[in-house]
């Protein structure tokens, strides 16, 4: 089968088989001392994620004319950074979840310390395996300074962990839509838009690529977290490995309930169609980045 | 007074307040979105802290013939993650300490969720900040990434965090003194070890010095931690900042109740001596590494 046609499901299925190996071997052995450490850093990593970060950088990558086979080890430290925020996301301080993609929260398992420590040590691995990768000698130094920096800025006060602390601050109170639009471009939409950037970066894009892939990321981000909402809402607690309505359960505010569920459908299908719109321009070797941008909001889990 | 002559404790307070004044520059504002959040990493990181690492990498710099001037925005990542370690370490699922630097620890004054997420995005700053450095155009691209890439090893599973969790592990229970050793060489040493490193690498230093400076480095990191250990039962509250006698109260290993206190002494002096000797191939330019060295055994908090 001609990769070019291969649809989202696919790609997924066989861009997360190499993301998962690398990741196997990138990352210390179970065993390594201290091996409670590594087993948990492992557990939550390797419990069935979709790898759609790694998969969008990927398609970024070959939208802009890269080989996606050598930004390999850069788009597992997409999936550090995310596995480490949803580990201390559960913790019992923060979103107390008992589960995570169908399993006990790495806290229920291994304890609250282990939790966090795993989380801080898989936030370090992420910068460890940019920093490492160099030594490949298949990018150049500046285009690995330059990830390290969009990825730290996207996970940072100002990307995820100031998302998360909008998150909690605002549950069980009445916010806006612009605060909701805040939380969801800091907690969810500043990683999805870095795994673009840092795909078409390393891919070597353009300048004017770039501002398509920037503009392409920012919406598909957004696009994700309303299909997250509305999931939330609509899915059933097998196609989620967590609890239907868990954020509602959470006081937590989402865009069905702010917005209404007509009104938050025809908000995804803009920032989609936005998504599409940003990469007119290029083509058919952008045609996994569209279809990812149609998988993200039809998506069942 | 000719700088070359200040003695460890001036240097320290020359050196930290340019520290101080280049974090604060570079952190968000307390009253940046969320500001909750950037209060309370502003909390324990101008908690008076010593600065030592930082102190460390600018000596090392000189001691190479390099500027310490030119590396401060990179020194500072070093206090982040120092910073990031000690909140978390604080938190009642850790060591459960109330007080740091002789204030209320961070979750006492911001509660559990908010410390966790400070400590988290002190840890990314470290990363921003040494990859946004790049642009002052002052190192090379590679240069900043062998130092992401120290700083990176340094703290992760195989370094504080690893140190952590087998600190964790130990506590309450008869622990040898190789185990003992292993908490320390990475809970504290790596990160004494990796500040030398670092300065010595941007300050321009040559294969063999970096040789040197990682001896002198593993070795002053060693001494460091046998010196807390020494301090905690000797020194009073109003020196540490936090309650005499902590760590036995815990339950924790510590050099002076696993080998005595006049072996921990020697022990310690063992260290220091092997620090100095790493780096007596080294002019008058290398004296302000001698003075810390020394400083770090003397210290009384």
Same mark, same amino acid.
């Given at each position: ?43 939550c990593l390797?419990?069935?994620g979709?790898r759609i970060r790694p ?22 430290a997409l999936e550090l950074i995310h596995t480490f925020t949803l580990i ?6 923060? @979103?107390?979840?008992?589960? $995570? %993609? ?7 398992? /291994?304890?609250? &310390?282990?939790? =966090? *420590?795993?989380?801080?040590?898989l936030?370090?691995?992420a ?28 996970s940072?006060?100002?990307?995820i ?27 969810t939409?500043?990683l999805i838009?870095?795994s ?12 004017? @690529?770039?501002?398509?892939? $920037? %503009? ?7 696009? /994700?977290?309303? &299909?997250?909402? =509305? *999931? ?70």
């Amino acid at each position: 089968m001609n990769e070019q046609h291969m649809n989202a499901a696919a790609y997924l299925d066989v861009k997360g088989k190499s993301v998962d190996a690398c990741l196997d071997r990138l990352l210390p052995d179970k065993a390594a001392f201290p091996p409670s450490l590594h087993e948990a850093m492992r557990y939550c990593l390797f419990a069935g994620g979709k790898r759609i970060r790694p998969a969008l950088a990927f398609a970024a990558a070959e939208a802009v004319g890269g080989n996606p086979d050598l930004l390999v080890e850069e788009a597992c430290a997409l999936e550090l950074i995310h596995t480490f925020t949803l580990i201390h996301d559960d913790l019992p301080s923060m @979103d107390n979840d008992d589960f $995570r %993609r169908g399993m006990p929260s790495t806290h229920k398992v /291994f304890g609250e &310390a282990m939790a =966090i *420590l795993a989380g801080d040590a898989l936030q370090t691995e992420a910068f460890t395996i940019l920093a490492c990768g160099y030594s490949r000698g298949v990018h150049t130094a500046e285009r690995i300074v330059e990830v390290i920096k969009i990825l730290a800025e996207a996970s940072g006060s100002r990307g995820i962990v100031g998302g998360q602390v909008v998150d909690l601050e605002s549950e069980g109170k009445m916010i806006d839509q612009a605060r909701l639009e805040y939380i969801h471009s800091h907690k969810t939409g500043s990683l999805i838009a870095a795994s673009v950037l840092m795909g078409g970066i390393l891919g070597g894009a353009s300048p004017d @690529d770039i501002q398509s892939l $920037r %503009r392409y990321g920012e919406a598909i981000g957004h696009a /994700f977290q309303i &299909a997250d909402d =509305i *999931l939330d809402v609509e899915g059933s607690q097998e196609q989620l490995g967590k609890s239907t309505g868990s954020d509602q359960k959470k006081g937590k505010a989402t865009y069905p309930n702010i917005i209404g569920m007509d009104e938050a459908r025809k908000k995804m299908m803009e920032c989609y169609e936005s998504a599409i719109d940003a990469i007119r321009s290029f083509d058919r070797r952008a045609d996994h980045l569209r279809d990812l941008a149609l998988y993200i909001i039809r998506r069942q889990n």
